[in-house]
């Protein structure tokens, strides 16, 4: 049987991408880095609140540390790409937030990528 879950508010999600390096071959047989996008998800980056910022264990965090809410079912890993299409911001994710098991929601620790 299903059941209704609580769902992040659809008004506050954007599409974003995620990206991952692969190898490919190149002249000389070779394999040479190439980032490709492997999935697409609908996501919130929000700042991070004072309580984050007292509570959480997993190191030091920055100006341009976020969080990333989704409730897509999507699966990052630290040091995957995420690229917001709606501002162009990309992020690097840095670690995964435990959730309760009743709700879908992920929450990830993303820093904001500055310059190129």
Known sequence: MFYN??????????????????????????????????????GAVLPLSNEDWKLLPEGSYTQNSQKLYTDDPVSLTPGQIVRDTFDGQRYTVKTMLAHNSIHPML??????????
């Not at 490919?24 to 492997?38: F, I, M, Y």
């Not at 929450?107 to 190129?116: D, H, N, P, S, T």
């Open 5 to 42: 879950t609580p769902r992040l508010p659809r008004t506050l999600l954007h599409p974003l991408v995620a990206y991952a390096q692969v190898y490919e071959p190149g002249p000389g047989g070779q394999s040479r880095p190439v980032t490709k996008a492997v999935s697409v998800f609908k």
């Open 107 to 116: 929450r990830y620790i993303v820093e904001g990528v500055v310059g190129k």
